[in-house]
């Protein structure tokens, strides 16, 4: 396979004169040994755009979003995404020796500036009583929205969330829906938002695709303010093709 790896390296690091994109994905091929995930899989993402991404199991979601992640540089095509980016996974992935706050701080300078924003971010959260606390006396919930804090805390111009509620209850992803939205609303990065929930996507999203093979074989733009009424005949299309 063809590496382009010059095109990629310069990519990641944000130069580039495509200032009018959060994300630019062009011709992204990925193959394991000689199996193709990915083949010319290609996606623009506006400034503040909240996309999301469905497909089955195995369809390849996972391995787009490490792509735009920067980890996993190991791919065909050119890619550009910011150098401000966060990723959170199903799994909040927290530091069990490190408390609550130091979690969301994780790799930054321990300044007082630095702790003043960690505890105003875990506040947006609605755990400025935990920062304190150890990661396993959080509930599933709370400790995805530290793994959500530790995300906002360094301003991300592209949020790439893999299934993050994939894992919570019903009550508690409804919450974590409206968490979702209102830290969008102040904040407005470009999001990418992998899901297996339709029902998730329509309420979130401004664009909802489906990766089927490793290409995307729907694209549905939702012009509608959020939240939607799940049950639009618009979005009938959608639920036939999955
Ligand atoms: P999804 O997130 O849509 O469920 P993934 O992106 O995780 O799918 O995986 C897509 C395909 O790539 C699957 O067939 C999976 O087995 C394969 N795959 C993913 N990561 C690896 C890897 N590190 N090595 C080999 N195969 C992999
Ligand atoms: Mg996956």
Redesign the pocket.
Known sequence: MARDQTTLERALLGRGDHHDHAVIARNVGKA??D?A?LRDFSLEMRPSEFVALL??????????LRVLGALDTEVDGYVRIPRHRAIVFQDPRLMPWLPVLRNVTLGLPQTREVKEHGLATLAEVGLQDHANAWPRTLSGGEAQRVALARAMVREPQLLLL?EPFGALDALTRIRMHALLRELYRKHRPAVLL?THDVDEAILLADRVLV?TEGRISLSTKIDLPAPRNRSDPRFAALRRHL
């Not at 497909?55 to 787009?64: E, I, L």
Request: glycine fraction near 18%; avoid cysteine; hydrophobic fraction near 30%.
């Open positions: 394991f040994d199996h995930v497909g089955r199991s195995g369809s390849g979601k996972s391995t787009f893999d992998v990766l």
